[in-house]
Structures are given as C-alpha cells and as structure tokens.
C-alpha cells in the first residue's frame, strides 16, 4: 500500500502545475474551487448549513444555546459553553472506511473547529448553557465554514463568518485551496481560519514541513482562497435569504 | 475572476476505485496567435508565440500562412523533424502532450524544451480545460477515439477561431496525422488534414528534411508486401498473464558482439539472474540490443551452447535467407553436449530500449538506389536500413540513425537518418560520437535549463544572508591547478584566544542556486558528474554558475558552505561546525604559488602564514592517516599528455606532487569524513554516502605472483600491511619495479561507489582507511556533491527539505545512476586518450618502443609503454595465420611462446603501429620484436611501411573461426 502511495506521488508531481501554469482540475494557483452552499436544510436543529466545495461536502448542525445537560461543573457562569463534534463520513474518501477514533468530542478535528469558532461566536451573550455544533463532511476547513454558518443560521450573533481555507506547496508555488489529487502528492499543507472582516486569524495549523521563507506566500494563497471564499458566501447568503425573506 | 467560468465535472472511473475528479472549464485561455484580438490576455501571461505572419519553410500544398496542428503519433515518431529550425508555429495540445508523456518521458521533454524555445513558436493550448473545446468520452468509445476526436475538435475550433481574424490574409491550421481513418475522418469534417509525409515533402526549398522522417510503416501494410521472414510478436496483454503464469520469462535482451546470430536474455529473478542462450535469426526475432523481451524456453533437446565462432553480417543481399540457414547451422555443429545451456526464442518485445545511433553509411551497390544499410559503431546493434538521396554525401561520413520498427517481413530494422556528425576520423567528429557511444549527455543547455540561472548581473540580496554567516573578513584562499576556471574548494587557518587553531574549508554554493526539481536541477542530476576529455571539458552545470558564480575567485563576495574546525596543535579536532557563509578569497593561488610562498623565508603576511599553518596539520594528519592504513597508490602519475595542436604528447608528465597537492587533498578528506559523519547521524536512513569495498583476498593473487616472481613479498591481510610492503618493495637493479608493482595493485582495488545509508550496512572505505566518507568538496563538477549539501543543509536548519530527499529509495536511484555516470565518464575519457594515441601514432608512422610486461594471458601479453604511459596488448593468435605453440604459466605469471619465455615485468621492445583498416573501429597494433620468436616474423625494418593499409574489411573472408 505504500509503494502505490509513492507511486501516485510521483506520478503527481511531475504535472501539478503545467508549463502554461494551469493545475490538474485546471485552475490557476490562486483559485478556489467551485462552491454551492444552503441554509436551514434540517429544520428538527436550530441551524443548519450544507456546503459544497469541488468534491468536498459537508453539512453541519447546530443545537442551542440551550441548557447545560450532564453535570453542572460543565457551564461557565459568564459564557455558553461550545461543544463540537467532527466526523469523516465514512464515504467521504476513495474508499469506504470505518470510522476511527480520533473524530469525536476531544478529538483533534473537534478542537480545532471550537478553537476557530470561538474566535468567532459572542458565547458571552448566553451564559450557563451550551451551543453543540455538529459537523459532518471530509474536509476540515470546509467543515469549519459550514460549522459558523450553521451558527448563523441558528440566529446566533457572531463577530464574522469563520472563513477556513488551505494551501500546499508544490514545486516552489503555493496553491490555494488544493483539491485530493494535489492533497494526496504534496501534503494537506496550511489550514487558516480567517475572520474576513477584521482580518484576524482564529487557527493557523501547519501540517507539512514549510520552509520560513515559503511560509508567508503559502499563509497569503490559504488567506486569499479565504477572502475569495467569504465573498462567494456573501453573495449566496444575500441571495438565499432573498429566497427565504424576499427583498432584505 | 470565477463568474466567467462555467464547471463540469468529470468522473473517471478506475478499475480498483471510482476517483473523481474536478474538471473546471474555462473561457479565458488564449489562442496564442499574436494577431488574435479577441483572446484575453492576462497581464503576466508571456506574448503569443504564433507569429502573426508565420515564417518557416515554403509549402507547395499550403502556400498561404498557416499554423501546424500534429497529432500525438506525429510527435511520437517525427520529433527528429519537429525540432529542425524551419519547422515554426506550430499548436502543441494538452491532450497531446499527456498522451506523450504517458507514451516517452523523453520525446516529452524534448517537445517541452522546444516549445520553451521562443525562436521556434510552439504554443501548448490547454485544450482539455477550455470551454469550447473540452468533450467528454461518450459511450463505448474508446479514450483513444476519444481523444482524437479531442484533437480534432481542438483543429476545428482554431480553424473556425483563427478565421474571426481581421486581417488581410486568414491563418490557416493544418492537422499533421499518420492515422488514415483518423485522417478521413478529419477531411470529412472539413479539416485541412496531410500525413507528416505529404506535407514535409512539400517543402519544396528543404528537400534534406525528407531524409529524417521516420518510416512508420501501417501494421496493416507489411503483410501485403514480401516473405514473411519472423514469427509473430505476441501482444504485451498475453505476454504479461504468460510472465506471471510462468510460460514466458522476462529478461534484457543482449546481443553478441562477435557473432550476429546470437544473443543472451538476463532473466530478471528475485533470487539470482539467469542467463538464457538464443540463437538464430527467427529465435532472435527482431529483438534489439537492450530491449526488456519475453522468452519461451525450447525443450532440453534443442539446447545448445554459447558458440565460440565470429560471425558478422556483411552480405549485401537482404533476400538472401538460405545462406543465412547455412551459417546457423555451422553455429551447431560446435556444440559439445555437455556445455548446453536453457536455449529459447523471444516470443515478444516489452519495452523497446532504442537509442539513436551513431555509425557509417554502407552504400548500396545498385546505382541511384535510395535504399541503403546503416552499420553502428556498436557491433551488437543490427544493420538498419534507411532511405536517403544523399548517400553520395554521406559515405564516409559518421552519422545518426534512429530506428523506428522491424516489420515481420523485412530482414533489417527500418531507419531515418538524423543527423550528420562529420568526416569518420575527424577530431571533432570522432569526440562527438564518443559521447554519444558512452551516452554522455552533452548538448547544449536547453532553454528551460538556462532560464532557471539567476538574471546578471547578480550581486548578494539581504534574502540570501539569511541562515548565512558573513565570513568575509576572514583571511581565505584557495590552492588550485593552475588554469583551473571551476574553484570549488578555499580554506582559511588562524590562531583564536584561547591558542588553538580554527581551519576551515569554504566550498561553493551549488545547491544555493540549483533548487530541488527545476529543469537546471533535473539536466544536472542526468549529467551526474562534468566530464573531462582531451581537448575539451563537458561541464554539468552552465558556464556561468562553474565559471563564475560558484567558483570561488578572488577578491569577489561569492557564497559559500563552510566546514569550520577547532583543532589544537597535533591536529586533533576539538569542535567541528558547518555553516553557509560569505566569503571574499584573498588569493587563487597555484600548487607552485602557494609552495613558493610556504618555502620563501622572506614572506610572511597572512596569506603565507595560514598556509604554513595549514601544512604543517596536514603533514600531521597525514602521517595519522597512513599509520591507520590508509593506501597511497599516488604512483608518479603516468598520463599521455598531448598538444592540442600537433598531438604531440608532451613528454611522458611524471606529475610532479608538490607538498601543498597533499595539503588542499588532507583537508578536503576531513572536511568529507567530517560531513559524512554529520549526515549520517542526522539522516540515518537516507544519507548518501560513497563507500570503497575491500577487495576479495583472490584479487590481490595476480600481485603477490607477480612480485613474488622478483623475489618480493606483498602482504595483503590489511590494506595497512600492504601499503608498508610496496613502500618496501624496491630493487637496486630495477627502479621502475616499484612503479609497477603500484600500478598492479591499482589493478586489484575495487571501484568505490556512492549508495544510501539506509540500503547498506558496509560503509567502509578501504582506500582511506575511513568507517565513513562521502563527497561535499566539488559541487561544481559532481552532483552527489549536491546531494550531500542539501542533506546538510536541512541538518543544520539552514534549507529546505523536499520529499524526494527523505526518500531512501529515490536516494538509491540516484546512486545508481551517479555511479553509472561517473564510469561512463571514465570510459569516455579513457576513449579520449585512446583516439588521441591513435592520432599520435597516425602521424608518428611505426615505431620501435620499450615495453614492460604488466600481465601474461593465454594468449597474449599486457605491455605498458612508459614513454607514452600507454597499455597495449600483444596477441601471439592472429586470425588467417597459424597459431604457435603457447604454454601459459599461471604459477610464474608467464607464457612460453614457442621457446621463448615471457614473464611479468619482463623488458620487451614492441613495434607500435595503427591499424585502420576498419575506418570505424581503428585500434593501436602491437607486435614484439624482443625478444625474437621464431616464426613470428616481423619485417626486420617496419618504418618502411608506413601503414597497414591492408586489403578492406569487406573483402576479407565472410567467415572468420
Ligand atoms: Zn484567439
């Protein structure tokens, strides 16, 4: 099984950027992948969102604020507490697989996306009760956009919609958003959790080896696929609550 | 940016998994034409590179302007044309170029390197990714089809796009195919469509072009015309489920070289390789040299034995099977029953292994005739028929010819001439097909490998200081040939406070400007080492960055990576660090210099002083490691020196070792051990280092007879016993014995070789006397060099890593190739001498010359020639005489030659002559003349006869036992 890793490794890097400079799927460097997006697709939560990001899919649902269930250790008197879930459906990748520790409550994936959603959700509005986001899809950045809509759409105040995006390093270029195909030859890379209207970070994780010189063009390419990603929300929200509410 | 684009997605599916893929469609990737205004052109987008009025050769068929369009097959096959410079303007698909490169990495990168030629105008349209030309597979159609169908769909959209032009005179594109229905199927849809063929031949002004297309015959075709003469290739499918099931095996296809009929097949196993006999024209069914085969083995029965007779191809009449018949069945009559060996036939071909080939042009004997046969300089490559009208030009001349198929009913591989390199024993001709011969990659740079140079001029960025240490005040020199244009190497040597010494080695930074998996990084890593000839030096890197960025001249910021010791006076090391550095060298001195200055009482600056310094470590290092062992087989050099201009070598050039030789090599030993060291424990696993392996005690026999025979022993438990016993080795009567003896153990060593640390666990290095050792002081001219100064570049943090570096597999790969390169390079060099020697005699007529015996043979005698530092050997067989009466001795290394006896290290006199009695196999005769044997009458006065213009090749007997 590793030699077919190296093998599609290989086989990848020879032709991630072509001479004319056009990626595999055919994009340029800086482009993100095509993007639909609904709200309030589950109406038993009270928020719900579905994104759908090239061939990435994720839905993400939000219940609460509510009361804090379990013991009362659990609340904080001055803030709602988050509690995040993330799973890889079990067919999210090439293969059907079972689903492995390591993506529940605690898991790294989960504590990611409540690290970037508190950055972002004013938990201080709602004292003593808990918001649970559950989030459902392949990919993590994805899964932590759809996540903060989900929140928005249970009417939640945020400081800004969370805007997660990556970037890899191929051959000396850093590509926004990489697709599975350019994943799976260079690395998932850098993840960025953005507030695009303040400009803050709420995550920054590097997982590949990026040399401290590469590090600023590949954080600008993930920063600019979020930017890129907030306007195609901006104008999906503004088009769907047109559906949903007539003229806003 | 994205609202212009539409998206479609595409599925693929595989056989083990459903992948699927994003496919965006775009509408904003431009023609190319320089004359389109209605393609956006994005701001950093390069111009167009279709001329607006495109030049190139004149055209009968298509007299107005117009742009080629070539399918895949075209490229594949006719790349030889392509790449001529009249050929211009011509569109180069996506769906081309990756049919390409899943079909020959190599004509890929040369059809990239062309299109990265801005004179050629080749333009690659991402017809795959544009809204108006992308199509998907429909069903049952095969992605062939498909992809033909792509193309042309691809030709009718430039037609249709091109025509939107407003311009006096329309651009027309013409799609190139050899594919007949592929071809109809184009003019159906209202394609300008010509083969290749018809359209190279209506060039009317470049006739010569004719010569270089491929003849490509349709499978179809070859069975209408002519006998069948070979069995029927089975399909790659079958050939695959007969390897697995053991019916077939597979193995390297290697032909003879002394007998046409007969070839060997090195079965690939998982244990050990075996070796299987084929013989005869039908088993050998077209298989060439080199090619990966399958083979059937034949039944017990019909097993023979590798024949022992010369046999070469020179009939003229290709129809002529039944004496080939004949011949095959002289080859079985010498067969003893109990030498038979697994015989078989190749039953298919897997991966042709074709390269193009350098050779002469033997004319056909029918006037006007534009059939003729090609004959290789490699005598284990069959003849190859070409078509040519300029046979008249080419006899006589070296020339290339690549081979493009061996159809069943054709006695010899079709052909197309490529290129003609010049006059056979030319100088310049004779270094070009040397290279090619020891494929020594040497054309020029490509464009793609120069544009990834740093733009000039150049100077150090605040970027580059980063990591880097600013070492410029330091007092740093570097000790060289003189004339040497490529410094790899500068050292430097002073007192700190606390009263030891700091030394330090500063090599260039190659690898500073050859980043990881760039054309310049891929063209280097292919070349492997610079390769030094005669008269000229093949350099690995381009001129600009061997000759001048890196090379660490005086009195110039240049970049450095330093290996910085903290020794104390008896030259132990107390601390060693590596840094990347800038440097300013205070001098290029000579070896001469640089000991003058040593030995002059009356210099003392700073310069002199630290080399003083530094030789007094080196001679205690030196010292330190000969006592552990390590061989100095440094015998005055004997190397047959020549003046470029008359040939003449110039004296027999003792090479005189000046002390600061030693010095510069002791340091360049530390800085590699020190190094090998530091890499190795950082990167165990994927470390590339260069190990020396002992050598198996039964090598050392033909030594220690030998020196034995002179009443001398050599002890060779320990490389440390051995190297004490040639120092002892010494005859009053014979100064030249030690020589000799020293050139006989050189004989006896083993090659030392790069590999990955991961992948072994011997890593001495026998010659040293190290447990470890690797190559960092000459990246200019090695690219394991290079390897190395990544590696240590990302143990000290101060570069990137890359994938491939951490790969112990890809690691080994490399090696692999490395020392592939590196004995090529030797070999090549040693050809080099050769032809110059050959030169030399050429001009010097026959001479009379004294001779030592190095080795005794069966039937022969190895003889070096001080004067010249020349080996030859002396044969007592000669083909069309009768043998003498030979007694080999292998106790007293001798042979009885009749009466006379010749021992090792016996004192001949030899007559040295040239034979060129075959124009492309010319070879140093030699013959003895003392002492006298009877019956081997040598001419008393050979000057007489100037040269050995013997009867030709081609009238001696077909037959040769
Ligand atoms: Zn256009």
């Not at chain 2, 796009?161 to 007949?180: A, G, Y």
């Not at chain 2, 039944?322 to 010498?334: A, G, P, R, W």
């Not at chain 2, 009443?711 to 002892?728: Q, V």
Request: contains cysteine; aromatic residues 6%; neutral net charge.
């Amino acid at each position: 099984k590793r030699g077919l890793y190296r093998k599609r490794r290989g086989l990848y890097r020879e032709g991630l950027l072509s001479d004319d400079g056009f990626r595999l799927d055919g994009r340029r460097p800086r482009e993100i992948r095509s993007l639909r997006m609904r709200l309030g697709l589950f109406p038993r939560a009270d928020g719900s969102a579905y994104i759908e990001q090239g061939n990435t899919k994720v839905v993400a649902l939000v219940y609460g604020p509510r009361e804090v269930r379990g013991p009362r250790s659990r609340s904080a008197p001055d803030q709602a507490v988050l509690r995040c879930r993330f799973s890889l459906a079990p067919f999210s990748g090439p293969e059907r697989r079972r689903p492995r520790g390591g993506e529940g409550r605690g898991s790294d994936l989960a504590l990611r996306l409540q690290q970037s959603l508190e950055a972002a959700v004013l938990t201080h509005l709602y004292p003593r009760s808990q918001i649970d986001v559950y989030s459902d899809g392949s990919h993590c950045c994805t899964g932590t956009t759809a996540a903060a809509l989900a929140v928005l759409d249970a009417g939640i105040p945020l400081r800004d919609v969370v805007c997660a995006g990556s970037a890899a390093l191929a051959e000396g270029t850093a590509l926004t958003d990489p697709n599975g195909a350019e994943e799976a030859a260079v690395g998932p890379g850098l993840a960025l959790a953005l507030l695009p209207a303040s400009g803050l970070l709420a995550l920054v994780q590097l997982s590949a080896r990026v040399p401290c010189e590469r590090l600023e063009p590949v954080m600008e390419a993930a920063a600019d696929g979020c930017r890129e990603l907030h306007r195609a929300l901006d104008r999906e929200l503004r088009r769907s609550l047109r559906e949903r509410h007539g003229e806003v | 940016m994205q609202t212009s684009r539409t998206f479609v997605k595409r599925t693929r599916a595989g056989a083990v998994v459903k992948v699927v893929r994003e496919h965006y469609l775009r509408d904003d990737i431009p023609c190319g034409a320089a004359a389109c205004r209605r393609c956006p052109l994005r701001p950093d987008a390069p111009a167009p590179s279709l001329e607006t009025q495109p030049g190139g050769a004149a055209s009968s068929l298509c007299p107005g302007p117009h742009y080629l369009l070539p399918d895949t097959n075209v490229l594949l096959h006719q790349i030889d044309i392509l790449e001529d410079p009249v050929i211009k303007n011509v569109v180069v698909l996506q769906t081309v170029l990756q049919e390409l490169r899943n079909r020959s990495i190599p004509v890929y990168k040369r059809i990239r390197d062309v299109i990265q030629t801005p004179e050629k105008h080749f333009y690659s349209f991402t017809n795959e990714h544009h809204r108006e030309t992308y199509i998907e597979q429909k069903k049952g159609e095969t992605s062939n089809d498909r992809n033909d169908r792509a193309i042309r769909v691809a030709v009718k959209w430039y037609s249709e796009h091109l025509k939107k032009i407003e311009d006096e005179e329309k651009i027309q594109v013409i799609f190139l195919t050899n594919d007949r229905i592929n071809k109809e199927k184009a003019l159906e849809e209202g394609i300008t469509a010509y083969t290749c063929e018809e359209y190279i031949k209506s060039l009317v002004a470049n006739p010569e072009l004719v010569d270089r297309l491929a003849c490509v015959s349709d499978e179809g075709k070859e069975i209408e015309s002519g006998k069948v003469i070979f069995p029927e290739h089975i399909p790659l499918s079958k050939l695959q489920q007969g390897i697995k099931s053991g019916n077939y095996l597979q193995g390297t296809y290697r032909a003879s070289r002394d007998n046409y009929l007969e070839a060997t097949v090195w079965v690939h196993g998982d244990a050990e390789e075996k070796e299987i006999i084929i013989q005869g024209l039908k088993h050998l069914n077209r298989a060439v040299h080199e090619d990966i085969v399958a083979v059937e083995l034949l039944p017990k029965g019909e097993w023979v034995s590798l024949s022992s007779v010369v046999l070469q191809d020179d009939g003229q009449n290709e129809d002529d099977i039944e004496t080939e018949e004949e011949k095959e069945n002289i080859l079985k009559t010498s067969v003893s029953k109990d030498m038979l060996r697994p015989t078989g036939k190749v039953v298919g071909i897997i991966k042709r292994n074709w390269r193009p080939l350098c050779g002469m042009l033997s004319k056909s004997e029918i006037k006007e005739a534009r059939r003729h046969l090609f004959t290789p300089a490699d005598r284990r490559i069959p003849r190859i028929r070409i078509e040519t009208r300029q046979a008249d030009k080419l006899e006589g001349q070296r020339i290339i010819v690549a081979i493009d198929g061996w159809p069943r009913n054709s006695r010899y591989p079709n052909g197309h001439f490529v290129k003609n390199l010049g006059s056979a024993g030319d100088k310049e001709t004779e270094t070009e097909v040397l290279l090619l011969e020891h494929d020594v990659p040497h054309q020029p740079f490509s464009q793609a490998v120069l544009s990834c140079l740093p733009k000039m001029p150049w100077s150090i960025t605040e970027q580059d200081m980063k990591h880097r240490e600013d070492l410029r005040h330091l007092c740093i020199c570097s000790v060289d040939p003189p004339g040497c244009t490529d410094i790899d190497d500068a050292l430097h040597c002073r007192e700190i406070e606390n009263g030891n010494i700091e030394v330090g080695v500063h090599i260039a930074d190659v690898s500073h400007f050859i980043r990881p998996g760039n054309a310049l990084d891929e063209e280097s890593v292919k070349r492997g080492t610079t390769v030094y000839l005669c008269e000229k030096r093949i350099d690995m890197v381009p001129e600009l960055l061997s000759s001048n960025l890196c090379s660490l001249r005086s009195d110039v910021d240049r970049l450095a990576f330093s290996c910085i010791w903290e020794m104390n006076h008896k030259a132990e090391i107390l601390k060693t660090r590596f840094t990347k550095s800038v440097i300013k060298s205070k001098a290029s001195l000579t070896y001469a210099e640089a000991q003058m200055r040593i030995d002059s009482a009356t210099m003392n600056d700073d310069i002199t002083t630290s080399l003083r310094k530094l030789n007094k470590l080196a001679k205690i290092m030196k010292k330190r490691r000969i006592d552990n062992g390590a061989l100095t087989l440094s015998s005055p050099e004997v190397r047959f020196h020549m003046d470029s201009e008359t040939h003449d070598p110039i004296d027999l050039q003792t090479k005189e070792l000046k002390e600061t030789n030693s010095m510069v090599e002791e340091f360049m030993l530390l800085a590699n051990i020190s190094v090998a060291q530091k890499i190795h424990s950082e990167f165990p696993e994927f470390a590339l280092l260069r190990k020396h392996p002992a050598p198996p005690p039964s090598n050392y026999d033909i030594l220690v007879k030998a020196a034995k025979s002179k009443n001398l022993e050599i002890k060779t438990d320990s490389a440390k016993a051995l190297a004490e016993s040639l120092d002892k080795a010494e005859s009053p009567t014979f100064p030249y014995l030690n020589t000799l003896l020293r050139i006989l153990t050189t004989r006896c060593m083993m090659q030392a070789v790069y590999f990955c640390s991961g992948m072994d666990n011997d890593f001495h290095h026998y010659g040293l006397a190290s447990p470890i050792y690797t190559h960092f002081t000459s990246p200019i001219r090695r690219y394991a060099d290079i390897i190395v100064h990544r590696l240590l570049a990302v143990a000290i943090g101060a570069d990137d890593t890359y994938p491939e570096l951490r790969d112990k597999h890809k690691i080994a790969d490399m090696c692999k190739n490395l020392n592939y390169r590196h004995k090529m390079a030797q070999y090549a060099q040693r050809a080099s001498v050769a032809f110059h020697t050959q030169l030399f005699f050429k001009s010097k007529g026959v001479v009379n010359e004294d001779a030592y015996i190095l080795f005794v043979r069966k039937n022969a005698i190895v003889v070096l020639i001080p004067k010249y530092g020349l080996e030859g050997t002396v044969f007592f067989e000669e083909k069309g005489k009768p043998t003498p009466r030979l007694d080999y001795n292998n106790e007293v290394p001798s042979l009885t030659v009749e009466d006379t006896t010749l021992c090792v290290f016996d004192k001949v006199k030899v007559n040295i002559m040239l034979d060129a009695s075959n124009i492309q196999h010319q070879k140093i005769q030699m013959v003895l003349v003392e002492p006298k044997i009877r019956g081997n009458d040598v001419p008393a006065n050979l000057s007489t006869e100037t040269s050995s213009n013997n009867e030709p090749e081609k009238k001696k007997r077909k037959l040769r036992k």
